[in-house]
């Protein structure tokens, strides 16, 4: 065992880090200040968006694009079972029924051909959107699931959570940025310090649509405005606020805002050094049989929140590698098989390709600050587990 175990992921602070949030410590502000409209108007600029809506995390988030979008009782969605728990739960929080679409088994991600199969099966009105999930990093060709989704009156949410400085390539050969919410509704960000951007607990929400922005604004802040081109009353003072709808506090600090602008300001280093990373566990591993590493088209630019391979003996190789100190990790168990959704009826066998993903899949260490001679150590353990 070593010393110090090798993560699976980890979040990287520095100084300059640091001098930020002190520096905000020190202001007039700790929440509710510039920093927050800062940090937005920065990371709407990084994704190539209109607008973007910081809140306190993810799930918040998705939380609010699935209220801005008037998910109700009754309404149906259509989510990827390969993704965290919130993905979905978003959807039920507003009253809402799932149905879960499975994966295709080269990118992990939503697989639009099944996608339609479903759609196509249920009459005209059955579900009001879909929520797609860039699951590891791997961005989806929006472009066709933005057609498939106006033939059929959808809305999409994108959950980028793991995908922020992707990109994908449209059919004019234009770089879209994910996030940039051209094709998708709406698109969540996370900053959870596993993730590229760290700010402790933390999200963002980015949109093309005004409407939506006004909408996320308002039920971000417990549905209270102060905007005098929202308000009803016309004749009161500089005090006055309306509450319009039943909101939410999701709201970010301006110390959390002012650590994620430092954190944005190396996004793009950050991502380099994670294709580095890959490329070296393609090559250290390419001769292995028994390993699957992950594919990725030549149009996209995969942002490896996590990278996953397959194997045959996935228990026993993540039992060995933790012994020595390599903490390698799972992700996901399937959604659709978690004890809350077999209640409506979900169960093995219904949804075969992510569930033959989830019996082989492992997540590798993968993070900026991860050293060579870490990468190296882990590539050798994998080769001496092979070789016994």
Known sequence: MREHPIPYGRQHITDEDIAAVVETLRSDYLTQGPKIKEFEDKFAAYVDARYAVAVNNATAGLHLAATALGVKPGRRVIVTPMTFAASANCIRYCGGEVTFCDIDPETYLMDIRKLAEILEAHPAGTFAGIVIVDFAGYPHNLEEFRKLADRHGLWIIEDACHAPGAWWTDSNGRRQRTGNSRFADCTVFSFHPVKHIATGEGGMVTTDSKELYDRLMLYRTHGITRDPAMLHATD?????????????????????????????????????????????????????????????????????????????????????????????????????????????????????????YYRHCLSLPMYPTLTDEEQQYVIDKIHEFYAR
Request: charged share 30%.
């Open 236 to 356: 009161e003072g500089g005090w006055y606020y309306e509450m319009q709808e039943l909101g939410y506090n999701y709201r970010l600090t301006d110390i959390q805002a002012a650590l994620g602008i430092s954190q944005l300001s190396r996004a793009d280093a950050g991502i380099e050094r994670r294709q580095e990373i890959a490329r070296r566990y393609d090559e250290g591993l390419a001769d292995l049989p028994q390993v699957k590493t992950p594919a990725r088209a030549e149009d996209i630019l995969h942002a490896f929140h996590l990278y996953v391979i397959q194997v045959p003996d996935r228990r026993a190789l993540y039992d060995f590698l933790r012994k020595e100190g390599v903490l390698a990790q799972v992700h996901y168990a399937p959604l659709h098989l978690m004890p809350y959704y077999r209640r409506d009826g979900w169960k093995e066998g219904d949804l075969p390709v992510v569930e033959d």
